[in-house]
Structures are given as structure tokens and as C-alpha cells.
């Protein structure tokens, strides 16, 4: 069944589409339905269960089910939808990326099952720290996963409720980040410790390839925005990669999309890793560099140009993530800030690729200039972060 089309506002009713978003969410409740018993062995259930759609986004669509008259659903369904590129095997647009091209819809439905296996397998039930979110069932037929419905915040959540512009904040969720960030940064590792690269195909293995994606990252920014809009930090990232990191990387199964809106924080102060991609291994400090570009480049704080959290406020997430990753062992921080300076320059790139035509794409220029400047200079600080844990500029 292709499970891409899922019906918003504006689809005629008795439509193909309706059709097939009718036979997917018939399987959900039936599978629901099927396995509530096991699943769920306290909860008295009163005839079918009760789906509810949650949200369609570009590459899923959200339904809650109820199984009794709680108004807290049970489970989650996601049903994986084809995005642009998905068909064709090819990325939509131009802009250099990491990963070699997307998956068909059925491969990641079935690779998120995985992840989510596996994690859950990989924490115990009595661990005080960290939780997973439970899989249920993997509907092959109809790209969808059923999981725990959870209800808790996310770590991006708890980190707006700290910005310091009133309007970003959401004034529900404003909880501490108390121990989160090395929690997370420990679950990582655990992770990396506990998937085998042997099973997925690895990308950028080599110091020769991290280098050749920086450089092509610049080229494309410069050809964008211009090459003094951009500067020479492309030429620097890729000169301090060549000096700092090995000619053969250390890999570490991805998660994919490791990053704080993936985090829920759970009301005893667990954390709880979801949405993985394990699709690849790639270098080992990927996953740790995209939390801490995640964290850095959070939208609220890109678009005023670093006025929502201050710089000591991030300097103490960022330390926090890294002890919990590394634990005793000495942090490696200049291959790690070589990762994140790619993945700033990925971040960029993806902020520029979009041109709407019109006035809204003036706007949209306009705000990509606008987060261009601050996003030079965080590439900057990196760099020279980098030449300073090397003990000063690498010879050229």
C-alpha cells in the first residue's frame, strides 16, 4: 500500500487519497485492537479503539488511539509519508549533503522500527536516568509504527521556557533541564556502544571526505550569498580538518536526528531518546555535533541573531553534553568542533537552499541574510576554537 497520501484540508471526499488514508487507518485500529490486551493489560478496554489524527507533516502523519475514555491517548501511530526526493531516490534541490540520497518510505518506517527496538532493549526497565519509548508493532503495509503515546516535554521545550525573550517562551513548559544534557550525552555513547556498524553502510569515513564536504559547503554558499558574504571560513574548516582529524574515522551508528526536540524529559527526570534513523555509521562525533548545532543554532536563536539565550547559558549545556558523553575519558574537542563546524555549514546551506518567488521570497532572503551574519560567526568561533585546542594557527 503506498502510504503517502494522506488527505488535508481541500481533498474532495470519496477521493483516492481519502480511500487509501482510510484503508491505513483501518489497519491501525485493527492492530490496535489486536494487541491492546497484551499491551496494555491494566487498562479495560469498552469496544474499538479510537483513532484520532494528530498532524500531517511533509514526511508523517501523527494519530493518537484511545483505547477507554481517558482523554490521554495509549498509543501513537506515525505513518511515514513520501517527501520530495523520496520517489526518485535523489535529494530535492541542490545543495551538498551528507547522506547519499533518501530512503523509500517503507525502509524508514521499518529502520525507525529498529532504532526504536533497540534503544528500548538497551535500557533497563529501573534505570533512574533514562527511558525509551516503547515500539509496539511495525504495519509494513502501511509504512506505520505504533508506540507508547507519550505525554511529557521535550528538551527543546525546557530549553525555550529559559530563553530570555518573554514571547519564545511557552510558559507551560518551563521546567528545569536539571541533569538532562549529561544524560543525554551518556545515552549516546551507550548507544554507539551498543549498535554494530557492521550492519549499515558507512559515509565519510575518511579525513579526505569530511574535508572535500566542507569545500563544497563553501562553494555553494559563496555561489549563493557571495563569497564576501561568506568569507574564508571554508577554506579554514577545511585546512583545520586536514591538520586535527585521522586519516581513518572512527565510526559510530547514527541516530539520524539526535537533537533536543528528539529528548523528552519525563515528570521524574528521566530522558527519553526518540524519532532514531540508523540508516549509516558515520564519523563517530556525527550525533554529538548535531546536538550541540541543534542546541546552538535553535531557531528562536538564529533568527535574532543570538538574543534568546545567553552565551554562558549555552557554554554550560554544551559542557554538560559533552561530560555526559565522554565520562572519564579526555574530550577530544577539536575533532569534535571540526564535526560541528561541517554540520554549521550543512545548517547554512539547508537555511539558503529555499527561494520562495514573490514577496515571500523577498522576506525569505531577507531573513536568510539577516541569519547568514551570525551564522559566519559561529562558524568562526569554531574555527578558532579548533586552532586554539591545537595550540595555536596550523601551519599552511
Known amino acids: 500500500m503506498a502510504a503517502s497520501p494522506v488527505p488535508s484540508a481541500g ?4 477521493s483516492a487519497e481519502d480511500e ?5 487507518e483501518d489497519a491501525i485500529v485493527r492492530r490496535v485492537a489486536e494487541g491492546a490486551a497484551e499491551w496494555f493489560p491494566q487498562v479495560r478496554t469498552g469496544g474499538a479503539p479510537r483513532l484520532r489524527r494528530l498532524v500531517v507533516r511533509p514526511r508523517a502523519a501523527l494519530y493518537a488511539v484511545h483505547l477507554d475514555e481517558s482523554p490521554v491517548p495509549h498509543v501513537l501511530a506515525k505513518l511515514r509519508r513520501d517527501a520530495p526526493g523520496d520517489v526518485t531516490g535523489r535529494w530535492a534541490g541542490t545543495r551538498p549533503r551528507l547522506a547519499t540520497g533518501p530512503l523509500p518510505t517503507s525502509e524508514t518506517a521499518a529502520l525507525e522500527f529498529r532504532g526504536l527496538s533497540a534503544i528500548s532493549a538497551m535500557i533497563e526497565p529501573d534505570d533512574p536516568e533514562l527511558t525509551a519509548v516503547r515500539p509496539l508493532a511495525l504495519l509494513p503495509d502501511a509504512d506505520t509504527i505504533l508506540m507508547d503515546y507519550v505525554e511529557a516535554d521535550t528538551l527543546r ?9 518573554p514571547l519564545a517562551r511557552p510558559g507551560w513548559r518551563r521546567g528545569p533541564e536539571d541533569g538532562q544534557w549529561q544524560q543525554v550525552g ?3 555513547r551507550r548507544y554507539q556502544q551498543t549498535m554494530p556498524t557492521t550492519e549499515v553502510p558507512a559515509r565519510q569515513a575518511r579525513r579526505e571526505e569530511v574535508v572535500e564536504r566542507i569545500t563544497a559547503y563553501g562553494e555553494y554558499l559563496g555561489a549563493r550569498l557571495g563569497h564576501r558574504a561568506v568569507g574564508d571560513i571554508a577554506r579554514r574548516g577545511a585546512e583545520l580538518a586536514s591538520a586535527v582529524l585521522p586519516e581513518r574515522l572512527p565510526l559510530a551508528v547514527v541516530h539520524g536526528d539526535f537533537a533536543p526536540r528528539n529528548v523528552f524529559v519525563f515528570p521524574d527526570g528521566r530522558s527519553a531518546v526518540f524519532d532514531p534513523m540508523p540508516r549509516s555509521a558515520a564519523p563517530r562525533f556525527d550525533d554529538l555535533a548535531a546536538a550541540l548545532v541543534a542546541m546552538r543554532l535553535l531557531g528562536v536563536q538564529l533568527h535574532t ?3 534568546a539565550f545567553s552565551r554562558q547559558d549555552l557554554a ?16 577530544a574537542l577539536a575533532e569534535l568542533h571540526c564535526y560541528q563546524l561541517l554540520l554549521t ?3 547554512w546551506s539547508a537555511l539558503v537552499e529555499e527561494r520562495p518567488a514573490g514577496a515571500r521570497g523577498q522576506l525569505r532572503r531577507m531573513s536568510v541574510r539577516w541569519a547568514s551574519g551570525f551564522l559566519r560567526g559561529e562558524a568562526g568561533r569554531l574555527a578558532d576554537l ?7 594557527p596550523l601551519p599552511r
Request: hydrophobic fraction near 30%.
Open 11 to 14: 481533498h474532495h471526499r470519496g
Open 20 to 24: 487509501q488514508a482510510r484503508d491505513v
Open 157 to 165: 521545550d525546557r530549553m525555550l521556557g529559559r530563553s530570555r525573550l
Open 186 to 188: 551518556a545515552w549516546l
Open 305 to 307: 541573531r543570538g538574543a
Open 316 to 331: 554550560r549545556r554544551e559542557r554538560e553534553l559533552i561530560d555526559g558523553y565522554f565520562g572519564d575519558e579526555q574530550p
Open 345 to 347: 555549514l550543512d545548517r
Open 386 to 392: 579548533v586552532e586554539r585546542e591545537t595550540a595555536g
